[in-house]
């Protein structure tokens, strides 16, 4: 009777050391969705908001200027007094000039009137043909000197004018280069106006990447203090000379659209772009490194398993890989843990992998 319990508990025994092992425990795992990229970004740029067209304007005579009546900033309309010009020199030549003009215009009174009465004296034939002709030419060089006059007091009283300077079309004060109670020449710059209607975006890239812009190059365009004002900008032109100390050329951008947050002077955030083949970037805690091949998890989210797979990669940075093929836009790649995978090992996605 002891001998069968023994055997009995023998083969108990061997019938528990037959069964299978518990199956291994479900692994969490962060993750990414594969997504292919068709644009190469070229850097990064600080720059501004400015018009494209400008106009360094001054008065059209010299003198001291009287007063400045706008400030940087102020919108001006068409027509608007910006300064004015101590007008005092340009008011004694205008009095100069009338004057001139009335001894002229007497002259032409007494020449007419010699005229006529040599002109009477011959017709009776009691006067000269010689003094006729003296009265007439007179009267011709009187009347040339009152038209010159005539011309005298215009330009005296345009130059009396132009002590005003105003704008001709609407624009907005950018800079003032003189001040109140300063000597200016005529032509000299006094005040920058910019046309707000027509906005460009301004920003200096270094010389080594403007000979090496691809012709599709895209600028993408954001505020810097509010980065969902955007717009896309191609290139109008740039500086054809590096500048000697930044070794930097300014490239001027004519923006798709202008949003209303694009006032002049906004500090913007330039970013290159260009289109290229379609591929496809990884995390680089992606790859697994074995036997001198590089490879990634996949997960299959039908088993919630993974499976390690082959790619060849194209570039690789501290934090991003970019690869040719072996993984396919849409599929998920296990992003962190992979040295401690198994092929056909069961998964969760962690509800805070990116999507």
């Known amino acids: 009777m002891k001998r069968l319990l023994l055997l009995s508990a023998a083969v108990l025994l061997g019938a528990c050391s037959k069964e299978e092992a518990p199956p291994e425990p479900v692994r969490p795992v962060l993750s990414v969705e594969v997504k292919a990229l068709n644009q190469e970004n070229l850097g990064r740029f600080a720059g501004s908001i400015q ?17 400045r009546n706008v400030d940087v900033g102020a919108e001006v309309q068409k027509g608007a007094l910006l300064a004015t010009l101590d007008p005092t020199d340009q008011q004694n030549q ?3 000039a009338q004057g001139d003009l009335a001894r002229v215009q007497a002259q032409l009174i007494n020449a007419q009137a010699n005229a006529r009465r040599q002109q009477e004296l011959f017709n009776r034939g009691v006067g000269a043909q010689a003094q006729l ?7 011709k060089t009187t009347q040339a ?11 005296a009283q345009d130059q009396l004018n132009y002590v005003e300077l105003r704008t001709d079309h609407k624009a907005i004060v950018t800079a003032w280069s003189a001040e109140a109670g300063q000597v200016v020449t005529a032509g000299q710059q006094v005040v920058t106006l910019a046309q707000p209607d027509i906005k460009e975006a ?6 080594t990447l403007v000979d090496d812009l691809p012709a599709d190059v895209v600028f993408q365009v954001a505020s810097q203090l509010d980065p969902s004002i955007t717009s896309t900008a191609i290139v109008r032109e740039i500086e054809p000379q590096a ?7 300014r490239a001027r951008l004519s923006l798709t659209d202008t949003p209303p947050g694009f006032h002049l002077g906004t500090a913007i955030s330039v970013t290159l772009s260009s289109e290229i083949k379609p591929r496809l970037e990884l995390p680089a805690s992606a790859l697994q490194e074995v036997d001198g091949k590089t490879r990634i998890w996949i997960v299959d989210p039908q088993t919630q398993t993974v499976a390690p797979r082959e790619v060849s990669l194209i570039s690789r940075t501290d934090d991003t890989v970019v690869v040719a093929n072996g993984v396919k836009s849409g599929e998920r790649v296990v992003s962190a843990g992979v040295n401690s995978l198994k092929p056909g090992q069961k998964v969760r996605i962690d509800e805070g992998s990116p999507q």
């Not at 010159?148 to 007091?153: D, E, I, K």
């Open 51 to 67: 018009a494209r067209y400008e106009s360094n304007v001054g008065f059209r005579v010299p003198g001291r200027i009287a007063s």
């Open 94 to 96: 205008l009095r100069s």
């Open 133 to 139: 002709d003296i009265a007439q030419t007179d009267l």
């Open 145 to 155: 000197s009152l038209d010159q006059a005539r011309a005298a007091v215009n330009q």
């Open 202 to 207: 301004v920003i200096d890239l270094p010389d």
């Open 243 to 249: 500048q000697s100390a930044t070794r930097t050329r």
